[in-house]
């Protein structure tokens, strides 16, 4: 059996010691392995699952030293304590040598070893300064047709956050109080990412409730939608964990998961295409905007690696 098929089976039946085969697999670039992994998608898609991947996807990102492992340490253990697998890649700078990940946030979250429910991965974002490896959205597309919680963690760079937003379901932002992130958070343009906004290291007292407070009124002055702002310690007997899974799922019930998943698989497509064809291929597409525009008009029931062919037959003819 192809290998493709075959991890996609133990996926969909629920075998989640799959998990490392289908990283190996996405982040190998042979041709070969391109066309196991076009095969591994298409089998654990919505279409072939007859449903949505039951999976709730999280984006975290934030700053360099936020605490953002320190959280996600926190935030496993309580899922865990509700009975849910949990999946993290952890998507770092690449080494300039090995191409390989360069902090290695896996080391940085504490798991028990033991736990077969618990996975984590770190991977190189490649050569770009932010932004997503087109394995990291093929692993987050496999993996949630076999764990209750997938997480993508990035930092808060470059193109991460906006581009953490095409895939997750619901996206967390984390900052930190005392060390400008607030005011960096709120220069950078990006009020339109987070579905959640964090701010850690509440044990800090004044300055902790300080930043919260600040993020609020920012937000109510920016006119911009309403977004639950919580603090959070993970330190000690941590502090607002649970609150903060409750509102995690609060979002993911009140969304429309399945446009904002058909949207997630366009741009997985046109991501995979720009990695393939750069942006020579985005100008024979008319640009970002006119690839999106033309994505949008597609049928629902495509997945990413057809998709992906569209974009490329569309670029080869020029209409």
Not at 124 to 147: D, I, W
Not at 149 to 156: A, K, L, P, R, Y
Not at 182 to 205: C, H, R
Not at 235 to 248: C, F, Q, R, Y
Request: proline share 6%; glycine share 10%; charged share 25%.
């Amino acid at each position: 059996m192809p290998e493709g098929t075959d991890l996609a089976e133990r996926l969909r039946s629920g075998d989640l010691s799959a998990a490392p085969a289908v990283l190996n697999l996405v982040e190998n670039q042979s041709p070969a392995a391109r066309s196991e992994t076009e095969e591994l998608l298409a089998a654990v898609s919505p279409s072939a699952l007859g449903r949505e991947p039951a999976a709730h996807v999280v984006g975290v990102t934030g700053p360099p030293g936020v605490g953002k492992s320190s959280l996600l340490s926190r935030l496993v253990s309580q899922w865990r304590a509700r009975g849910r697998s949990v999946a993290v890649l952890a998507v770092d700078p690449s080494s300039r040598r090995s191409g390989g990940s360069l902090l290695g946030d896996r080391a940085r979250i504490e798991v028990d070893p033991a736990d077969r429910d618990v996975y984590i991965r770190s991977t190189a974002v490649g050569e770009r300064l932010g932004g997503l490896a087109p394995a990291t959205r093929a692993a987050a597309s496999a993996l949630a047709a076999a764990f209750d919680v997938v997480v993508i963690e990035t930092v808060g760079v470059g193109q991460s956050e906006t581009e953490v937003a095409d895939v997750a379901d619901t996206v967390v932002v984390v900052v930190q109080p005392g060390s400008g992130d607030v005011l960096q958070f709120l220069k950078s343009g990006i009020m339109e990412i987070p579905d959640v906004l964090v701010v850690t290291k509440a044990d800090l007292g004044r300055v902790a409730m300080r930043a919260l407070a600040d993020l609020r009124s920012a937000l109510r002055s920016l006119g911009a939608r309403e977004i639950p702002v919580l603090a959070v310690s993970s330190v000690g007997p941590p502090t607002g964990i649970s609150e903060l899974v409750d509102t995690l799922d609060a979002h993911r019930a009140a969304i429309d998961l399945p446009a904002r998943r058909l949207r997630a698989r366009r741009l997985h497509a046109l991501a995979d295409f720009t990695a393939e064809h750069g942006e020579r291929g985005l100008r024979g597409l008319g640009g970002r905007r006119a690839a999106e525009r033309w994505l949008e008009e597609q049928p629902p029931g495509l997945d990413v690696a057809a998709l992906a062919r569209a974009l490329a037959a569309r670029a080869a003819t020029g209409s």
